[in-house]
């Protein structure tokens, strides 16, 4: 009876969706077995990194330490600080912000791709490739942010997890907390967190194969990476977009000030001010203005926009 019970937990940790991620992170030459083990500790337990990530846990104080000591042990930061080559948690785990006619882009692409070191786009100098392997395989996930907090904002099935080995892990290792979706119903899901305020990142992370793996839909009240980014941390990357004001549209409403997610927008008696320096160009403000007085424009000091349909054709014509 006891060999009957370890078999079976024998079998539930070899599920085919672990199976295709260690084959995958095999494949990859700086992809060590540490590596694949941080990947599957996360995506098989999300809520609980995610809680204890975000101070949530009564374990943080343990956790956090003891997980900055490991990074260290792994050589993962640099004891330089000035080391123009030292990697930083940022640089492992990161999110780049994407327009919603980027995001919709995303999650609509029908074969797979494979772009690699995207430094241009993605600017850290870990997890920067675009390997979309089945990418009509979509999955949404109740956000593991969102379910961290005591209040948190509705709904809670907002995350998309793209492509495979990272659907199908999904759904295996968390079936009372995701489903397999269509891209249709994934661009309805973006347009409709647009519409409330909500930002869309494209998320990466050394230990998802150093790729992109997913596009959340993130809340400021609720979402780990901009709690991070409000703290110092810079894992978020700009779309290489900023709003910019046309003063003869604007009325002074100062609907764009109460819903910028990044709060860079400030209104005085007679302007608005946009701090374009920290201006994310996520496009929030721009669809909510009743004047239509913002607009997006590429800002060349910003790092260049995700664009995945420009990048299939660039790569096809090469």
């Not at 430094?119 to 593991?144: F, G, H, M, T």
């Not at 998320?203 to 110092?232: E, T, V």
């Not at 604007?250 to 910028?260: D, P, R, S, T, Y």
């Not at 403000?285 to 664009?307: F, G, M, W, Y």
Request: aromatic letters at 8%; hydrophobic letters at 35%; glycine letters at 6%.
């Amino acid at each position: 009876m006891a060999r009957d019970q370890n078999n079976k937990k024998g079998i539930r940790f070899r599920k085919p969706s672990t199976r295709a991620f260690r084959r995958e992170g095999k494949r990859l030459e700086d992809y060590s077995f540490f590596d694949w083990l941080h990947g599957y500790l996360y995506s098989r337990w999300p809520y609980f990194y995610i809680r204890v990530g975000i101070g949530e846990h009564n374990l943080s104080r343990f956790f956090v330490p003891l997980w900055n000591l490991i990074t260290k042990i792994f050589q993962i930061n640099s004891a330089d600080k000035d080391d123009p080559e030292r990697v930083t948690f940022a640089d492992s785990y990161h999110g780049k912000v994407v327009a919603p006619g980027e995001a919709r882009q995303l999650v609509s692409v029908k074969q797979d791709i494979d772009l690699r070191n995207l430094d241009k786009i993605i600017p850290y100098k870990k997890a920067r490739d675009i390997v979309l392997q089945n990418p009509e395989s979509i999955v949404v996930l109740d956000c593991p942010c969102r379910m961290a907090r005591p209040n948190p904002c509705l709904p809670l099935d907002v995350c998309l997890v793209i492509g495979e080995p990272f659907a199908s892990f999904t759904i295996e290792h968390h079936p009372g907390h995701s489903r397999r979706i269509t891209s249709e119903e994934a661009v309805n899901i973006i347009e409709e967190e647009h519409a409330r305020g909500h930002v869309q990142h494209a998320f990466f992370k050394d230990a998802m194969l150093n790729r992109f793996y997913a596009i959340c839909n993130c809340c400021s009240c609720c979402c780990g990476a901009m709690q991070a980014w409000r703290n110092g941390v810079p894992m978020l990357e700009s779309s290489g977009y900023v709003a910019r004001v046309n003063p003869e549209d604007c009325e002074l409403c100062g609907q764009c000030a109460e819903i910028c997610p990044f709060g860079v927008i400030k209104m005085t008696d007679e302007t608005v001010l946009i701090d374009e320096t920290t201006c994310m160009g996520c496009g929030i403000c721009v669809s909510h203005c009743p004047q239509n007085a913002l607009t997006l424009a590429r800002d060349s000091r910003k790092s260049e926009p995700l664009i995945i349909e420009k990048l299939i054709q660039d790569e096809i014509t090469k």
